[in-house]
């Protein structure tokens, strides 16, 4: 009987051309570009202008995996959107995203979990993929976050964290031949925990408010703006990252050293720091572009991707680790052959 693995085989990311640096922000938050970059590493982010939505940052990075893959859009059969920054309430973005990419009727499926969106993803799109259903899943995620950020000096502690960007990959069904030497997915690991749900979170709109959604007073209070408790998450985000991370390379059978790239979530280059050290990971073993981009959510570990191979950092049959830490609370952990 022929047993199926899935495989990444197509990479693609997509910024706006418009970037703002610390040096810009300055000018809007009463912060400094040396504040900003002792605490986070970022230098600069991208952000939309008017007119563009999370749909089509996602459009052009599935359009750059597609080729990369050298596919068409009828080769799809699935789109799994991780957003927490979707185009409109509902419906969900994948249906905007999918009707832009001409390819109807095919399952489309909008997930939200945050920072961790484009793991959940993988994961999801693994599954499906193993399960014979499907041949070729698009799995993207894209953020627009500038839209709805605070961008006066009372929103500076959070307001210069985030970008706008999106990453997408083409995961694909293929014959499993070496478990050792092909290129695939090897396992996904998938964590929550609710109990922290307010300590990164944006408590308006919701139906949890009384009898509106949204109220003038509400607005007035910044509660529709991004609120975090910023030792809390630093503090679970590396304990956290760490354990699954060590976790996933465990039940693969490979060690640490072993791994050729490590590609974590762009939250923070502390973080980032913080995890690598707790491991015994050499830093050049890990490839960030937080300093480039901000932190784009769902987005930053496909762009990363992307940029890896650009960069000639990621090749073919590389061993890749990858672990997310976000709101929710929510972490994951993968391991593949690229």
Known sequence: MTKFRSEITGVGSYVPPKVFTNFDLEKMMETT????????????????????????LALQACLNALKNANMETKDI????????????????????????????????????????????????????????????????????????????????????????????????????VNEKTDSRIINTHLYADGNFA??????????????????HQMLEEGMHYPQMNGKTVFVHATKRMAECLRHSCSEAGVTLDEVDVFLFH????????????????????????????????????PLGMDDAMKAGVLKKGMLVASAAFGAGFTWASAVWRQ
């Open 77 to 176: 059969d699935m789109i799994i959107f991780a957003t927490l920054s979707p185009d409109h309430d509902f419906p969900g973005t994948g249906c905007f995203l999918q009707a832009k990419l001409g390819i109807p009727e095919i399952t489309v499926l909008d997930i939200r979990q945050q920072c961790t969106g484009f793991l959940y993803g993988i994961s999801i799109a693994d599954k499906f993929i193993l399960s014979g259903s499907h041949k070729n899943i698009l799995v993207v995620g894209a953020e627009v976050h500038s839209k709805g950020l605070d961008k006066t000096p009372n929103g500076r502690n959070v307001g210069v964290l985030f970008g706008d960007g999106a990453g997408a990959v083409v995961v694909s069904r293929r014959e499993l």
């Open 198 to 215: 307010k300590e990164l979170w944006i408590p308006a709109p919701g139906n949890a408010l009384g009898s509106e959604r949204i109220s």
């Open 33 to 56: 570009d040396e504040w900003i970059q002792q605490r986070t590493g970022i230098v600069q982010r991208h952000w939309v202008d008017e007119n563009t939505s999370t749909s089509d």
């Open 266 to 301: 762009q939250a923070n280059m502390r973080i980032n720091s913080k995890v690598a050290e707790m491991l015994g990971i050499p830093e050049s073993k890990v490839f960030n572009t937080i300093q480039h981009y901000g932190n784009t959510t769902a987005a930053t570990i």
